[in-house]
């Protein structure tokens, strides 16, 4: 590699950490603060930079949230190779419920990462740009659990008299923030919360639930 190319890969990497940095202390001044009580300066100083630094990558307080939310969903790492994805064990499971645990895994570990900036944002369904954040999220969870329901309904079947939407919008109640953050403020560890929603969902969901 050249050195104008090292040179090059360098300032992207700094500039990968800085806004990851940002994006850390966002979703930090958010819980704390709330969706309307926290301020861009506020967010830059936790994260260590000037306040210009977050409006030039940001723009916005409600772009700087839907960011919060991407960061979130998609983790620290960013791009996994589908083939280490949850999508690629529900595709190659050998029974229903081993597709649904696949499922229940990675969601958890997007909620583990995403129910409390959920939380704030739902929290300022009132102020238009956080609804529209929100309301975005939702269309992307409800696509993307509908393609995993119609996977796991070609190769394993639903129960009788189930439809594909009726099992979405039931998966969008179960596999929500709030149901996570209910079970575990009760004190439910992630293996608890993990089997219990695979067998809530193996019953709710599959023709034959028991494989």
């Not at 090292?6 to 969706?35: D, H, Q, W």
């Not at 990462?113 to 929100?134: F, G, K, N, S, Y």
Request: glycine share 6%; charged share 25%.
């Amino acid at each position: 590699m050249s050195a104008v190319k090292r040179v090059g890969a360098t300032r992207r990497e700094k500039a990968a950490a800085t806004r990851e940095r940002m994006l850390r202390a966002a979703i930090e001044v958010f819980a704390e603060a709330g969706y309307v009580g926290a301020r861009m300066a506020d967010i830059a100083a936790r994260a260590g930079v000037a306040v210009q630094t977050v409006y030039f990558v940001f723009h916005t307080k409600p772009e700087l949230l839907q960011a919060c939310f991407d960061y979130a969903v998609l983790g620290p790492e960013r791009l996994v190779p589908p083939e280490q994805t949850p999508f690629r064990e529900i595709a190659t499971a050998r029974s229903g419920r081993a597709a649904l645990r696949a499922f229940v895994a990675g969601n958890t570990a997007i909620l583990e990462r995403v129910a409390t900036t959920d939380e704030v944002a739902r929290a300022a369904l009132h102020e238009p740009e956080a609804a529209a954040v929100v309301k975005n999220s939702e269309r992307l969870r409800r696509d993307g659990y509908r393609d995993m329901l119609a996977t796991v309904a070609e190769r394993f079947a639903l129960r009788s008299g189930l439809s594909l939407d009726d099992a979405t919008d039931i998966l969008l109640m179960y596999g929500s923030s709030a149901t996570y953050l209910s079970m575990v403020r009760a004190g439910w560890s992630r293996d608890r919360f993990e089997d219990w929603l695979t067998d809530t969902l193996a019953r709710t969901f599959l023709a034959r639930p028991g494989r």
